[in-house]
């Protein structure tokens, strides 16, 4: 599949596409990941999705993975530290997906993430030409509806959405700090805390009523305190029951005293 993008007013590039699946000789690029928070905060957004059942085996939701385009005869391969696509064509039996390349293999992805470094600030970079530029490729080329970048060290998120003049614009959270994500029906927002021995800022998931997805650990402690909860529900009981019993007890032993049968009565 082929498509001529072009940039409305401000500048007249233009963008041969062409939508086709790597070969598997095509050697993908295998920089490693550039510290040990971006694994870890890909990892706990998937983690609370998982738990939650939201996740379809016709989803691609990855990290560190690439996206693929020939652009201008030439292929272009970007991997953000975290996307999601919500339908993909099957991969053949066997097959092991190495990239992705967005229309030949299914839907543009609905949302990517950038997690900020302290690299050169690749994550916006609007270069027009070979091997374009994060925001460029995201932006004009896969045309991907959001764009969130996360500052993980000072907590800051950034979310763009693709306007009708092909452009990012940020977007304002609501009361809560928090933005919605209509692709997938979900709040994304920024929660402060502890998992994985890593504290410091995360990305988190709300539903549409402000419910908090929990991660595993916070389930099972919800679970234990549930049954912890049940645990003492039933010892009031028992308790209860034996106060009762006592009770009844006492006043058949007074009415004995007093020379009458309860048992008569």
Request: with cysteine; aromatic share 10%; hydrophobic share 35%.
């Amino acid at each position: 599949m082929t498509q001529t993008l072009s940039k409305p007013e401000k500048t007249k590039t233009q963008y041969t596409v062409i939508w086709e699946k790597l070969p598997d000789d095509f050697k993908l690029p295998d920089d490693p990941v550039e510290n040990i928070d971006q694994p870890l905060l890909a990892a706990a957004l998937r983690e609370a999705l998982e738990i939650a059942g939201f996740i379809l085996a016709s989803m691609l939701m990855a990290s560190n993975f690439g996206l693929c385009a020939k652009v201008n005869d030439k292929t272009v391969v970007k991997a953000p530290d975290w996307v999601f696509v919500p339908s993909v064509l099957p991969a053949e039996p066997g097959e092991v997906r190495r990239s992705y390349s967005p229309n030949a293999e299914g839907e543009v992805p609905a949302v990517v993430m950038e997690f900020l470094s302290d690299a050169d600030g690749s994550e916006y970079s609007n270069k027009p030409t070979y091997p374009y530029g994060k925001w460029r490729f995201y932006e004009r080329i896969l045309q991907v509806p959001i764009y969130v970048i996360f500052e993980p060290k000072s907590g800051v998120l950034e979310v763009y959405r693709l306007s009708n003049s092909g452009e990012y614009e940020l977007q304002e959270p609501d009361a809560d700090r928090r933005f919605w994500i209509e692709s997938m029906g979900l709040f994304l927002g920024v929660w402060e805390g502890e998992k994985s021995q890593r504290t410091g800022y995360w990305l988190r998931w709300w539903d549409e009523n402000g419910n908090l997805l929990l991660w595993g650990a916070e389930r099972a402690q919800q679970e234990r305190q549930r049954a912890e909860q049940e645990r003492q529900r039933a010892e009031d009981e028992r308790q209860r029951a034996e106060d009762e019993r006592q009770r009844a007890d006492r006043l058949m032993a007074y009415l004995r005293s007093q020379g009458i049968d309860p048992d008569g009565i």
